[in-house]
């Protein structure tokens, strides 16, 4: 009698396609891998209003699901409506305190309105204007896996997280998070499973250490 197959979401990260995913491969006789994209927001909707449109593209119950960096904010507002046997986010945050100066600033100030929509509209300089020059190198990489250059997508979706308001981390989430973690810094970050060398990119650059520990991550009871 063959094993129940476990069925896993997994969410990319802001404007990122399912393609970061492309080297995450879990036993297939144990596991079945679904991939979930962005979708546009309707005007002024609230993320949880957004969690609950995407919760039409899940079609399995008692699932794994699990968010990279907004994506893990997102995939944490989906739980809050369907019933998940492991909630998982990586290189993300589980509450508005594990935020960043920068980013908590920003929402003070109301920055992230300020952002002309030609900056929004070119990944490229967003980039450079939200986390700084630095991330140029792993910019080409990124922009390999850009799926939404939407500038009314990357308005909300900046918006959303910057002001993001979920004060507590749910009961039970397991965050995966790297060291070297300059989006998210893991100074921010307390309760998590810490990958040394880990990047805000360690899906991608990472994935060895995710196929071998997630299998034991999602079955651990």
């Given at each position: 009698m ?6 896993v ?7 990122a396609?399912?393609k ?11 596991f ?22 995407m ?5 399995h ?5 699990m968010g ?42 109301m920055?992230?309105k ?8 070119n ?28 500038s009314?997508y990357?308005s909300?979706?900046?918006?959303e997280?910057?002001?993001w308001?979920?004060?507590?981390r ?31 990119i ?16 999602i079955?651990?009871?």
């Open positions: 063959s094993e129940e197959i476990i069925h979401y997994l969410m990319p990260g802001m404007a396609s399912s970061i995913f492309e080297y995450i491969k879990l036993p297939e006789n144990q079945k891998i679904h991939y979930l994209e962005w979708i546009l927001p309707l005007k002024n909707e609230t993320i949880s209003a957004y969690a609950l449109r919760t039409k593209h899940i079609v119950e008692n699932i794994v699901l990279v960096s907004f994506g893990g904010v997102l995939v944490q507002e989906i739980s809050k409506y369907i019933k998940v046997r492991k909630l998982i986010i990586v290189s993300s945050v589980k509450s508005a305190q594990e935020l960043p100066k920068k980013m908590i600033l920003a929402k003070t100030t920055a992230y300020l952002l002309p929509i030609q900056l929004v509209s990944i490229e300089l967003f980039a450079k204007y939200a986390f700084g020059s630095n991330i140029t190198k792993r910019l080409e990489l990124y922009k390999k896996y850009l799926s939404v250059n939407d009314s990357l909300w979706a900046i918006k997280m910057v002001c308001n979920q004060e507590t749910l009961a039970d989430i397991i965050h995966i998070h790297g060291d070297n973690d300059v989006v998210f810094p893991i100074k921010n970050i307390s309760n998590c499973i810490t990958v040394k060398g880990g990047t805000h360690m899906i991608i650059n990472k994935y060895k250490w995710f196929n071998e520990n997630l299998p034991c991550i079955l651990k009871n």
